[in-house]
C-alpha cells in the first residue's frame, strides 16, 4: 500500500481523536470507500500505526452491524497503565518493546530511566524465540502493574 493513502487515513483518524474524544467508531467500508482503498488496507494501518505500543487501542465487531472502534488510551496514569496491560500482546519482540517504551516515554507515563532500566531487564537476552517473546511480554505487563498500583 502507499504510504501516503497510510498517512492520509492515519490523520484523518488521528483528527477524528483531538480533544476530548477518546474513542471513534468506524465502518471499514465506508472509510476504504473515502479514501479509495480495500478494507483490507484499513486493517493494515489499524494494526500497525494504532497499536496499544503508540497508545490506542482497537476493537471490532464484524459483520452487518460491523464497526472498528479506536480508544485513544486515557491519559490518566494508572487508568492508561491499566488498559496497556489489558490489550498486552501474549508475546513482544525486542523491537515491539523498545518501541513501547518509547511510547510510554513520551505520553510520560514512564520516565526516561525506567523505560532505560525496563528495556535492559528484558533486552535481547532473553530466551530467543517464542519463548523469549511471552517472557518479555509478561516481564513489561508485571513492571506496568507494580507502576500503576504506585500511582
Known amino acids: ?30 472509510l476504504a470507500a473515502r479514501f479509495g482503498c480495500a478494507p483490507s488496507q484499513i486493517n493494515y494501518v489499524l494494526s500497525t500505526r494504532f497499536t496499544c505500543e503508540h497508545g490506542y487501542r482497537i476493537e471490532s465487531r464484524r459483520g452487518g452491524g460491523g464497526y472498528v472502534r479506536v480508544c485513544r488510551i486515557d491519559a490518566d496514569k494508572a487508568s492508561a497503565l491499566q488498559a496497556l496491560c ?58 506496568l502493574l507494580f507502576l500503576k498500583n504506585e500511582q
Not at 504510504?3 to 467500508?29: P, Y
Not at 519482540?93 to 517504551?101: C, R
Request: net charge negative; aromatic share 2%.
Open 86 to 143: 489489558e490489550a498486552m500482546p501474549e508475546t513482544l519482540n525486542g523491537q515491539e518493546a523498545k518501541e513501547l517504551l518509547v511510547s510510554l516515554c513520551k505520553q510520560g507515563l514512564l520516565t526516561r530511566r525506567e523505560a532505560s532500566l525496563l528495556y535492559a531487564a528484558m533486552g535481547e537476552t532473553l530466551l530467543p524465540g517464542a519463548q523469549g517473546g511471552r517472557l518479555r511480554a509478561a516481564q513489561l505487563k508485571s513492571a
Open 1 to 30: 500500500m502507499a504510504s501516503g493513502v497510510s498517512d492520509a487515513i492515519e490523520s484523518f483518524i488521528k483528527a477524528l481523536l483531538q480533544g476530548d474524544e477518546t474513542q471513534v467508531e468506524l465502518q471499514r467500508n465506508e
